[in-house]
């Protein structure tokens, strides 16, 4: 049995929504590779802590590059270049991540902007490379920003076991509006809209997995929620979930999971979010006037049995098995 190493190189120390994607992927790609009769070695090495200033992230680079050597490397965009070079006159597999991409932003920022360019670059010309995207709509976007051949975009997009979260869901709703993830990335509107709704006496917070007190503000509280389980109790009991985000958006887990949770999410036209929203039958109003509609409404909803099926965990290995790998 030949042995085969697949590594799994993270960015931060922090269990985002990113790092449960490319995590859940990194254990799959182990189950691809042994199924094929593979002898596997899986190692994940995760920074301690966020590398700010050009001494600290050189050294980061530098260990990455070091240890970059395996059969498979799963990286995200944020680290992936001495993993590129690492393995660029070898035949190694090296799968780079971009869960969405700020243009906008990086139009503030030449130096982040530069170096996504090379990665792009990196990844067009070796055919060894390939880009994991999300969602459709970030296959179709980086094809036409970078040129990469579409075979090597892959999309690899959140998978859930539904059964995970049926057992929260409740018929029972409260009258709660559930305003998404606590982020410096929000956009303004969500606080004017958490003023309306609570005028007309809806109860709003965000959650947060960050261990802090609880906050709360006029028209708002933000709610640390000390496990998963008190999560998932809180966003089902809830009769909306708004995610209204200032950046273009990935396929953001707070959204799929309340979906699952049995509640419908509100959201503005937001890149890979609007194609979620669509898939699983929720609500993409034109202006806050609209969305607030909607919340008082309270019409009848159900959940896409489709979209439940589409995004199922037992699809991953039949989604790896068409990449190519």
């Known amino acids: 049995m030949k042995n085969f190493c697949i590594k799994y190189l993270s960015d931060g120390p922090k269990n985002t929504g990113g790092y449960y994607h490319e995590s859940f992927w990194f254990e799959q790609l182990q189950d691809y590779y042994a199924a094929k009769g593979f002898n596997i ?17 050189f050294k980061w680079f530098w260990h990455l590059f070091k ?18 070079l690492r393995n660029f006159f070898s035949k190694r597999k090296v799968m780079v991540v971009f ?8 139009r503030k920022n030449r130096v982040l902007s530069f170096y996504y360019s090379v990665i792009f670059k990196l990844v067009r010309i070796k055919s060894n490379y390939s880009l994991v ?79 802090i007190m ?12 000390k496990t998963q389980n008190e999560y998932k109790e809180r966003v089902a009991n809830a009769l909306f979930t708004l995610t209204i985000s200032a950046i273009p958006e990935g396929w953001p887990r707070v959204a799929h999971e309340s979906f699952l949770l049995g509640t419908p999410v509100i959201a503005f036209n937001n890149a890979g979010l609007s194609e979620l929203i669509y898939e699983a039958n929720g609500y993409i109003p034109k202006n806050t006037i609209e969305l607030l509609e909607i919340i008082d409404s309270l019409e009848d909803w159900e959940l896409s049995g489709r979209f439940v099926q589409k995004f199922h965990i037992n699809q991953a290995q039949k989604i790896l098995a068409t990449c190519g790998l």
């Open 133 to 211: 995207v999300v969602a459709q709509y970030w296959k179709a976007f980086f094809y036409d920003k970078t040129r990469i051949p579409i075979e090597r975009i892959l999309l690899l997009p959140n998978l859930f076991d539904p059964t995970d979260y049926i057992h929260f869901q409740t018929k029972n709703k409260q009258k709660n509006i559930h305003l998404g993830m606590w982020s410096t990335k929000l956009d303004k509107s969500i606080y004017e809209i958490a003023s309306h709704l609570s005028h007309k006496g809806y109860y709003c917070f965000f959650t947060t997995p960050d261990d």
């Open 99 to 106: 869960h969405s991409l700020n243009s906008k932003g990086l």
């Open 41 to 57: 070695t899986a190692i994940e090495e995760r920074a301690k802590d966020y590398h700010k200033g050009f001494i600290k992230r």
């Open 214 to 225: 609880s906050l709360g503000s006029y028209g708002y509280d933000i709610i640390y929620c």
């Open 67 to 84: 240890i970059a050597k395996a059969d498979v490397v799963l990286v995200p965009g944020r680290c992936a270049m001495p993993v590129l």
